[in-house]
């Protein structure tokens, strides 16, 4: 789902859905707010593009983490580097 957040008194109102697959895990947004990256299966990590005007969400890609199931996805400050932990 799709939440616009009013700045001024913190109340949400829905604008519209938007796929990050199926039972999305963790939730990490790029610093300058242009992807978001996601848990997916828990093999893996699925990144989308977020249209700025909508909050709509594009696939980019999914990428598999190798035999381990993922717990945890954080960016670091810059966006430059995305960890996950496994177990």
Do not use: C, H, R
């Not at 109102?13 to 039972?23: D, E, F, L, Y």
């Not at 963790?26 to 299966?41: C, E, I, K, R």
């Not at 593009?49 to 983490?65: D, E, H, K, M, R």
């Amino acid at each position: 789902s799709i939440y616009e957040v009013n700045q001024s008194n913190g109340t949400i109102t829905s604008v519209g859905t938007s796929s990050a697959g199926a039972n999305p895990g963790f939730l990490a947004v790029s610093p300058n707010s242009n992807f978001l990256y996601t848990l997916g299966n828990g093999y893996s990590i699925n990144a989308y593009t977020i249209n700025q005007s909508t909050g709509a969400l594009t696939p980019v890609g999914t990428f598999y983490v190798g035999g381990s199931m993922t717990s945890i996805v954080i960016l670091s400050p810059d966006g430059k580097y995305l960890y996950t932990g496994v177990y």
